[in-house]
């Protein structure tokens, strides 16, 4: 059963605009969020978390956003570029903080 | 560059051989972890080490097995392969591991093609 969900497996957004990528997760007990940005051929690249004390974190064009009771969490990129154009990855902390549960990713496209 | 470097990048072989995957963590982490990407599943934790000790288990198959030296590099020994075990496996690492606010950085990865 998958704890972290990302449901869109692709995004397609012009250069300049907001991207918006969303995550799911199931366990209420998950206090620590990251998102990871990979490229082709490359491991993933730590972008930006969040500790579940907060509800926004930001980071240059990168906010991310939580939202505890709906068990949701999302990241903007804004103004988005064609170099975002990666996989994201949402990930959560396992309770013992020893894993990544990682979603399956969302493919960010951005067009010039 | 994450610091954390992974040898080989590919390596192909095939059912019933085994493998021995390396690698070496970012200077100062004593946490090092395996993960496997593969197409269907997504990446999926394997094992943790920290200081030379296994600390967490993950979907980890008793064919494979790891290790952490007392240089802190790790192995990742895969054994009596499968197609199935066609995937790429990264390795990352931390500075401690075990409190969840401890951010995990990735190495490049090794491709192991299985035939």
């Known amino acids: 059963d998958q704890q972290v969900k990302q449901n869109s497996p692709s995004l397609s957004v012009q250069e300049g605009r907001i991207s918006i990528l969303n995550c799911d997760y199931t366990?209420?007990?998950?206090?620590?969020f990251l998102w990871y940005k990979k490229y082709p051929a490359e491991g993933p690249t730590f972008l930006i978390s969040?500790?579940?004390?907060?509800d926004k974190n930001e980071d240059g064009r990168f906010t991310v956003f939580l939202n505890k009771s709906a068990k949701h969490l999302s990241l903007h990129i804004v103004p988005s570029q064609p170099g975002d154009s990666a996989v994201y990855f949402c990930?959560?902390?396992?309770?013992?903080?020893?894993?990544?549960?990682f979603g399956k990713g969302t493919t960010l496209s951005v067009s010039s | 560059d994450s610091g954390v470097t992974q040898t080989p990048k590919h390596l192909i072989t095939a059912t019933g051989q085994r493998v021995t995957l390396r690698c070496s963590p970012r200077?100062?982490?004593?946490?090092v972890y395996w993960y496997q990407q593969s197409l269907d599943q997504g990446l999926q934790f394997l094992i943790q080490?920290?200081?030379?000790?296994?600390?967490a288990k993950g979907n980890i198959l008793e064919r494979f097995s790891a290790q952490q030296f007392p240089d802190l590099h790790s192995e990742l020994n895969l054994s009596s392969l499968e197609l199935g075990d066609s995937a790429l496996y990264f390795c990352?690492?931390?500075?401690?591991?075990?409190?969840?606010?401890?951010?995990?950085?990735f190495g490049p990865g090794t491709r192991l093609t299985v035939l």
């Open positions: 990352a690492s931390s500075v401690l591991g075990g409190t969840s606010t401890d951010t995990q950085y």
């Open positions: 366990n209420s007990m998950f206090d620590y």
């Open positions: 969040i500790s579940s004390i907060k």
């Open positions: 990930a959560a902390v396992n309770q013992a903080g020893t894993a990544l549960i």
């Open positions: 200077s100062g982490d004593l946490s």
């Open positions: 080490y920290y200081n030379g000790e296994e600390r």
